[in-house]
């Protein structure tokens, strides 16, 4: 059974930095695709990032480029999303997500619980 | 990057209506890479359409995607006392950008 547990998230003042991690379990990690994507209280789904399997292709949101870093370690069945100069606005529940498909994107099946990311001073 | 959006932004309807919500993208969505998404409170999204139109395994056939390009429709048939939630369209790849529409909301009239 999939099972995506999110950690790392936080109080933390504007212009800081926090490093969200998601720990997998129940499937060949290193086969897929994995996502962040964020939700700001009472608002829609926003994606972050995304990586391939071998960590090469890694594709960020405009409204995060150059401020996050999405990062696997398949050896540890692990997503990483390093989060700098955070602002305001970056608030929001961060999810980890695993595609569907095996070797490929088709849709986001399996959703962690989330973990909350507060910017405030 | 793609843009996409929904409409309506709410949907207000009856128990045994049809539903049709609708997507539309700034550019053409590349191997009609488009899903849906259902989200009811407090819980996370459930992936409902794939390939703008395989539905999901377990999701009942009143859900049905089509569309292609940049012009993605999702309809449920009758809707179902347990439908009323927020759905979103998603657009993915395998070496470009994503990007989630802002979501319908269908509610009970």
């Known amino acids: 059974q999939v099972h995506l547990v999110e950690s790392g998230g936080g109080l933390v003042k504007p212009g800081g930095s926090l490093r969200l991690s998601c720990a997998a379990s129940?499937?060949?990690?290193?086969?897929?695709?994995m996502t962040w994507i964020r939700q700001a209280p009472g608002k829609g789904l926003e994606w972050v990032s995304y990586?391939?399997?071998?960590?090469?292709?890694?594709f960020h949101a405009d409204s995060v480029e150059g401020r996050f870093s999405i990062s696997r370690d398949n050896g540890k069945n692990s997503l990483y999303l390093q989060m700098d100069n955070l602002r305001p606005e970056d608030t929001a529940i961060y999810y980890c997500v695993r595609d569907q498909a095996r070797l490929g994107v088709a849709g986001l099946a399996h959703w962690g619980q989330g973990t909350r990311v507060t910017v405030s001073s | 990057e793609i843009v996409l959006t929904q409409s309506p932004a709410t949907l207000s309807l009856s128990p045994g209506d049809r539903a049709t919500l609708s997507c539309r993208a700034s550019?053409?969505?590349?191997?009609?890479?488009l899903a849906w998404y259902q989200q009811k409170p407090g819980q996370t999204p459930r992936l409902l359409i794939y390939g703008a139109s395989t539905r999901v395994a377990g999701i009942p056939d009143r859900f049905s995607g089509s569309g292609s390009g940049t012009d993605f429709t999702l309809t449920i048939g009758r809707v179902e006392p347990e439908d009323f939630a927020v759905y979103y369209c998603h657009q993915y790849g395998s070496a470009s950008p994503w990007a989630f529409g802002q979501g319908t909301k269908v509610e009970i009239k």
């Open positions: 990586i391939g399997g071998n960590g090469v292709t890694r």
């Open positions: 550019q053409s969505v590349l191997s009609n890479f």
């Open positions: 129940g499937f060949a990690f290193r086969d897929y695709y």
